[in-house]
Nanobody, 124 residues
Framework: QVQLVESGGGLVQAGDSLRLSCAASGLAFNRYTVGWFRQAPGKEREFVAA????????YYGDSVKGRFILSRADAANTVYLQMNSLKPEDTAVYYC?????????????????WGQGTQVTVSS
């Protein structure tokens, strides 16, 4: 049974940093495309970042490019989302997701496995 568990969310001030973690069981992240998405109240789920398996690359949404960094620790089977220079508009529930596909990685419907989400709140 596949399980993805996010952690690391919380309440921070604008300009602060936060690191989210996503730990997997039942699959190996180094053989999956891993994505981060977020959903703010009243808004659709938004693509944040994805690391494509087989070393194709790591991609970021325009709103977080240059501020967020996705990384992976294979020994721990965990992926991280380092979020720097946080803004109030980054407030959302953040989800990690995994899929075997190497295409459409910015599309949430492409992903088969999802975590439960972790809340990030950035105050101004």
């Amino acid at each position: 049974q596949v399980q993805l568990v996010e952690s690391g969310g919380g309440l921070v001030q604008a300009g602060d940093s936060l690191r989210l973690s996503c730990a997997a069981s039942g699959l190996a992240f180094n053989r999956y495309t891993v994505g981060w998405f977020r959903q703010a109240p009243g808004k659709e789920r938004e693509f944040v970042a994805a690391r494509i398996w087989s070393g194709i690359g790591t991609y970021y949404g325009d709103s977080v490019k240059g501020r967020f960094i996705l990384s992976r620790a294979d020994a721990a089977n965990t992926v991280y989302l380092q979020m720097n220079s946080l803004k109030p508009e980054d407030t959302a529930v953040y989800y990690c997701a995994a899929d075997r596909s190497r295409s459409n990685w910015a599309t949430e419907s492409e992903y088969d496995y999802w975590g439960q989400g972790t809340q990030v709140t950035v105050s101004s």
